[in-house]
T-cell receptor, first 111, second 115 residues
Framework: GEDVEQSLFLSVREGDSSVINCTYT??????LYWYKQEPGAGLQLLTY?????DMKQDQRLTVLLNKKDKHLSLRIADTQTGDSAIYFC???????????FGTGTSLTVIP | DGGITQSPKYLFRKEGQNVTLSCEQN?????MYWYRQDPGQGLRLIYY???????QKGDIAEGYSVSREKKESFPLTVTSAQKNPTAFYLC??????????????FGPGTRLTVT
């Protein structure tokens, strides 16, 4: 995870937008992912973006990729209390068979 | 339902004992992975396997062993040589088939406590 960096904590008010940021270092990354982890559970794949795209939208989720700066972000619109969780960004390398994860960002949604 | 199962959810062991964590998938995925999760450190790769009877060490393989005798199963043994085994262990699988080899799915995890 040392090559994929995220801030550890983020707090937002219910109904606001959340933006979770991630930076990575390997320019050979093929796909970049966002996962959600609720307490005591495994990771749930939320969305992913191919490295030749710059944006992907999926309902309340928008992924932005700035390949030049190696920066990935996840925007959650109209954040709800059920969105409180740890969010991991990850990248795949070497043809997609190896995955590298960030440290995770703990999102707290304040009612 | 297709998915990945890990058992048990909680496991307690005395120091010096080996312990095996189970991981089974019925997704017909070729690749399987074991990660260790510690607070504030994200996920670290222990071992991975891309095909039956073959596996490679990840970043923190010392003190762990695996086998891949069947496509569906990838058990992880935490040996007494692992200096700090208490952690949350996550198993994952991914498909290598073209067009589908970039999604990795996770099991629910096993929390191992060694005292």
């Amino acid at each position: 995870g040392e090559d994929v960096e995220q801030s550890l904590f983020l707090s937002v008010r219910e109904g606001d937008s959340s933006v979770i940021n991630c930076t990575y270092t390997d320019s050979s990354s093929t796909y970049l992912y966002w996962y959600k982890q609720e307490p005591g559970a495994g990771l749930q794949l939320l969305t992913y973006i191919f490295s030749n795209m710059d944006m992907k939208q999926d309902q309340r989720l928008t992924v932005l990729l700035n390949k030049k700066d190696k920066h990935l972000s996840l925007r959650i619109a109209d954040t709800q209390t059920g969105d409180s969780a740890i969010y991991f960004c990850a990248e795949s390398r070497y043809g997609g068979n190896q995955f590298y994860f960030g440290t995770g960002t703990s999102l707290t949604v304040i009612p | 339902d297709g998915g990945i199962t890990q058992s048990p959810k909680y496991l307690f062991r005395k120091e010096g004992q080996n312990v095996t964590l189970s991981c089974e998938q019925n997704l017909n995925h070729d690749a399987m992975y074991w990660y260790r999760q510690d607070p504030g450190q994200g996920l670290r790769l222990i071992y991975y396997s891309q095909i039956v009877n073959d596996f490679q060490k990840g970043d923190i393989a010392e003190g762990y062993s695996v086998s891949r005798e069947k496509k569906e199963s990838f058990p992880l043994t935490v040996t007494s040589a692992q200096k700090n085994p208490t952690a949350f262990y996550l198993c994952a699988s991914a498909s290598r088939s073209r067009g589908k080899d970039y999604e990795q799915y996770f099991g629910p995890g096993t929390r191992l406590t060694v005292t």
